[in-house]
């Protein structure tokens, strides 16, 4: 157990449905990334917030968007969603942006219908 | 800092070891990760090598790094079925704003 949790475990939606996927990092860390993985495309990063501000950008569309919360807790908002979209959605914390070792969360499976 | 390549198979017999590879292009690359992904499971900090370094021996794991080819490997001894899982080579900047991953290379250890 990495101490990194993610909810929902599953989730099942339609085609330009929206939803928000949660993330809570260890505790302690300050830094939170989120990854997409799909069978086509493996692992990309997706957006890093540190300290509830953006950091850096990936390959993220603009239908997406994150935001992380005082108490650090982070969330991924997916909008308009298409069949393309169905993946496995990680987040990972670390303590601070120069720490080099991240903590993955369990992922949370999309699948969109 | 975009392009980390795995090959996407290795299937090895139970002892033997096994050896996977990862090319990356960055050359400003300051970590290089290897990552182990059980079925179900996020992913798994396995080991890391800084970019100054050749070589790292961890238990049975060993990571290789030659720079100029931009090139790692990641060697496991007396493999065990336990090590079945998806390993991920991954790289970060100076900054570690942004990793990296690569596709992953499927290890499938048999007994």
């Known amino acids: 157990d990495s101490g990194v949790t993610q909810t929902p475990k599953h989730l099942i939606t339609a085609t330009g449905q929206r939803v928000t996927l949660r993330c809570s990092p260890r505790?302690?860390?300050?830094?939170v990334y989120w990854y997409q993985q799909s069978l086509d495309q493996g692992l990309q990063f997706l957006i890093h917030?540190?300290?509830?501000?953006?950091?850096a950008k990936g390959n993220i569309l603009e239908r997406f968007s994150a935001q992380q919360f005082p108490d650090l807790h982070s969330e991924l908002n997916l909008s308009s969603l298409e069949l393309g979209d169905s993946a496995l959605y990680f987040c990972?914390?670390?303590?601070?942006?120069?720490?080099?070792?991240?903590?993955f969360g369990p992922g949370t499976r999309l699948t969109v219908l | 800092g975009e392009d980390v390549e795995q090959s996407l198979f290795l299937s090895v017999r139970e002892g033997d070891s096994s050896v996977i590879n990862c090319t990356y292009t960055d050359s400003s690359s300051t970590y290089l990760y290897w990552y182990k992904q059980e079925p179900g499971a996020g992913l798994q900090l396995l080991t890391y090598?800084?970019?100054?370094?050749d070589m790292k021996q961890d238990q049975r794991l060993t990571v290789l790094l030659n720079k100029k080819d931009k090139h790692l490997s990641l060697r496991i001894a007396d493999t065990q079925t336990g090590d079945s899982a998806i390993y991920f080579c991954a790289e970060t900047l100076y900054n570690f704003n942004k990793f990296y991953f690569g596709s992953g290379t499927k290890l499938n250890v048999k007994p």
């Open positions: 917030y540190y300290n509830g501000e953006e950091r």
């Open positions: 090598i800084f970019s100054n370094m």
């Open positions: 505790s302690g860390d300050l830094s």
């Open positions: 990972a914390s670390s303590v601070d942006p120069t720490s080099n070792e991240q903590f």
